[in-house]
Every structure is written in C-alpha cells, then in structure tokens.
C-alpha cells in the first residue's frame, strides 16, 4: 500500500504545481500611454458659421500625469456682438485656462474613456464695445430717446474658478471624441464704468452672484510619448 500512496501523493502534487504554473503564466499585458492629446472645441467654428454675430475658436490639450490624473489648458478668442434689454454691445478678447481633471472610469484592458471631474482656473484679456443703450424707464409716458455712444472699454480683464464635469471617448485609436460642462464662479474683474460686464470670453454669459456655465465639444488627438505595460494576472 505504502508505494500505492507514494504514487498517489507524486500525482497530486504535480497536478497542484501544473495548476500554480497555468495561473502564473495566465497573464495579460496592458498597454497604457503617456503624452500630449491635442484638439479644438468644435461647438465654436459650428456657431462661428451659422451665427453672424459670433466668432470664435479654441483650442484644447491635456497630458497624462499618472494613472488617473491630467493636466489640462486651453485658449481661445471670441468676438461676440450682444444685445440686452436696455444694451447693444461687442465684447472682443482671448482667454486661456488651467487645470486638472480626475478620471473616475475603471476602464477595461486596452480601454482608455474618460469620465472625469475637474477644477479649473481662467483667466481673460477684453474689450467691451457699448454700442448703443436705453435707459429703463419704465412708468414714464413718453419713450426714452436711444442713445448711441459707440464707447470703447479697453484693458478690461476677468479671473474665474470653475468646476468640470465630463467624457472622452476613444472613437478610433487615438481619436477622442469628447464633452465638457463648467461651472464658473467670477472671483475678480475690471468693468466699464457705465455698465456691468454681461459677457466674457472664456466665461461666456454672466448670470447673478457672477456665476456662469459653459459648454465645450472637443475633437482631440492623442501623441504617444511614452508607453508603459503591466501584467494582469487572470485567475482561472
């Protein structure tokens, strides 16, 4: 019985060393880049074409930082001619922004989408063009004359913190089709003297308490730099 045993025992740990072998080797290797993602915000040169009163473009880039995080920036310029209730102006200038975003989607291997939150800083350089305006003069009998000073504000600047919230999609390798919405929060700016600044480039419309909202479409392209692998032991 002893060498029926013996045998046995020998059977069963091969069995068990062929089993932690095949779990070892059972790996798959995942390819993961670091580099400069270029692209613009296609909603501007869309509304720069259909909107006679607004032109403007922006370009976009990001790079990888680590596993999660990416620096971001972007700058642009606008040139938008407005009319309010009681104002007629254009306001003209660029701006550039500045920041981080965290992606909070686990991908698959070979994946690389993105739903990311972010914080971002911006920063504008305008003028503001007043038009023509009206005064309110609501109850009087007779309409109020409409004036048409044609004033230029120049050297006019703008400071905002903002919140982003968005995706990015890999549609083709290294092709990024992607959305952003901010939330911008006005912490510093330069107004003319005779009315409040109603829009802003970068920030685009001022609501109360000087807050704002914004919306970007990107089209971006990934450059790789670097490529970094690691292996993904697969249990059976």
């Not at 607004?54 to 999660?68: P, T």
């Not at 290294?174 to 912490?187: A, D, P, S």
């Amino acid at each position: 019985m002893k060498p029926l045993h013996i045998l046995l025992c020998t059977i069963s740990l091969l069995q068990y060393l062929e089993g932690n072998s095949q779990q070892v080797s059972d790996t798959i290797v995942d390819k993961q880049y670091y580099g400069l993602r270029l692209g613009i915000d296609l909603s501007k040169p869309i509304t720069s074409l259909v909107e006679n009163n607004h032109k403007a473009f922006e370009i976009q880039g990001d790079m990888r930082l680590a596993n999660s995080y990416y620096a971001v920036m972007a700058m642009g310029h606008t040139d938008k001619h407005s009319t309010e209730d009681y104002l007629d102006f254009t306001t003209k200038g660029s701006y550039f922004k500045v920041g981080v975003n965290y992606n909070a989607y686990k991908n698959w291997t070979g994946m690389r989408n993105e739903v990311f939150i972010g914080l971002r800083y911006g920063m504008s350089l305008f003028k503001q063009t007043l038009n023509s305006f009206s005064p309110n003069s609501h109850g009087s009998y007779f309409d109020t004359d409409l004036l048409t000073p044609m004033t230029d504000y120049k050297d006019l600047s703008a400071h905002w913190v903002s919140l982003a919230f968005g995706m990015k999609v890999e549609t083709f390798k290294n092709l990024f089709l992607g959305t952003t919405v901010e939330v911008n929060k006005m912490i510093a700016s330069t107004e003319p003297d005779n009315f409040k600044n109603l829009y802003v480039p970068g920030f685009q419309r001022v609501y109360e308490n000087n807050m704002g909202i914004s919306f970007t479409y990107s089209l971006s392209y990934l450059i790789p730099l670097i490529k970094k692998t690691r292996k993904i032991v697969v249990s059976p």
